[in-house]
């Protein structure tokens, strides 16, 4: 959950997200990418982000990754937290989002989208909450409903999973299940 609360109405519109979609550099990593010699690209995802991933999808939520880029990094995580939804090589956002949720039987409103650049600027004006991370350029988070407090690639997915979990009501639940004693 991010320190500084959120306001009642904007946790009222969290509450009834079904789908978060995620732009990939500078969300689900930090941006930066590596390029081998060989000509081969690496990026780092955060575990936080992944197992708030994966509680999302335990509560019925869908998860979409629509990343402007195309990595067989990304495949992978996506393989690897059972996303379904993988968009990639992606140049013009909004309409694959509308796509997306019109599949899934979602108004937009019904949806949340984090990025962080130019290409996810109508996504995040367009969502039912639009999301941002502070590593953005300051104009595109003045167009986000919510900026979390970690960066992209730092936790600011979890952070995003959490407050979700919350608004929907299924925080307390979730710890719950994980203070059980399995044995």
């Known amino acids: 959950m991010p320190d500084t609360p959120l ?9 009834r997200i079904r789908l978060l979609a995620l732009d990939v550099d500078g969300v ?19 575990t936080l982000d992944g197992q708030g991933i994966k ?4 509560v019925g939520v869908r998860v979409a ?11 992978e995580r996506a393989t690897a937290l059972g996303i379904a939804h993988l968009h990639q090589g992606i ?9 997306l949720s019109h599949e899934l039987g979602l108004e937009l409103d019904e949806v949340a989208y984090c990025g962080d650049d130019l290409p996810d600027l109508a996504p ?14 300051p104009y595109i988070a003045a167009h986000a409903d919510w900026v979390t407090e970690r960066p992209g690639g730092h936790g600011a997915v979890r952070e995003i999973c959490d407050a979700l979990l ?7 639940a979730m710890l ?4 059980k004693d399995p044995g």
């Open 7 to 15: 306001s009642p109405s904007l946790l009222e519109r969290m509450a």
């Open 28 to 46: 689900l990593s930090d941006g930066r990418l590596y390029f081998q010699s060989d000509g081969s690209e690496t990026k780092a995802f955060h």
């Open 55 to 58: 509680m999302l999808q335990e």
């Open 65 to 75: 990754l629509i990343t402007g880029r195309d990595s067989s990094m990304v495949t």
């Open 91 to 99: 140049k013009h956002k909004l309409p694959v989002l509308r796509r």
């Open 124 to 137: 995040i004006h367009h969502a039912g909450v639009g999301i941002s991370v502070p590593n953005a350029p």
């Open 166 to 172: 919350q608004a929907r009501g299924d925080w307390e």
């Open 176 to 179: 719950a299940r994980h203070l």
